[in-house]
């Protein structure tokens, strides 16, 4: 009698614990991206892309006055590294791997709970001040990085380079 009581207790055990702990489905998480707008996050990511770049490669020149040569040089640089990242985060790229972080990270009954709020009064006026609030967020995060950030980061980079010519061989300065 023990043994059949045992066996059925190991088969509860391997059984999910309920409905509401099980994967979500493929089609719930397309909803879920879809009512979520993560499509034209991405896009104001973008959008955003050229102002970061730009601000992020002005530093690392300095002070130093560019000829119109080495300017056009720079600026086909920044274009090479806004046209990677844009590439990179493309919608047709990045929704397979968000649709699957999403199916590991959230429950059926997670899901359908998010989708209920995108589809509720107050998810609609969340997703249409959402847009506003990052374009905010973002400003104010590259107005930070230039005041704070970048500074320091110049910094770091002449205090290393001072270092690692301190370890080179003075014959090689030669």
């Known amino acids: 009698m023990k043994l059949p009581l045992a066996a059925l207790l190991l088969a509860l055990a ?11 489905t493929a089609d719930s998480i397309r909803e879920l991206l879809a009512l979520s707008h993560s499509s034209r996050l991405m896009e104001m990511m973008k959008s955003q892309l050229d102002v970061i770049i730009q601000a992020d490669f002005r530093p690392r020149l300095g002070d130093a ?21 844009t590439d990179e985060i493309a919608w047709d790229k990045l929704e397979p791997l968000l649709a ?53 980061l110049m910094q770091i980079e002449r205090e290393g380079r001072e270092r690692f010519k301190a370890t080179q061989p003075a014959d090689t300065a030669k």
Do not use: N
């Not at 104010?140 to 005041?147: F, G």
């Open 14 to 24: 391997a059984q999910p614990a309920s409905a509401a702990d099980a994967a979500p």
């Open 65 to 85: 006055k560019l000829t119109p040569e080495q300017q056009r040089i720079v600026d086909d640089m920044r274009q090479q590294v806004a046209a990677l990242v």
């Open 100 to 152: 699957d972080v999403y199916a590991r990270t959230f429950t059926q009954h997670e899901v359908d709970g998010l989708i209920a709020f995108y589809r509720s009064e107050a998810g609609a006026a969340y997703m249409e001040k959402m847009p506003g609030a990052m374009q905010e967020m973002m400003q104010r995060m590259q107005a930070r990085a230039a005041a704070t950030v970048f500074p320091k």
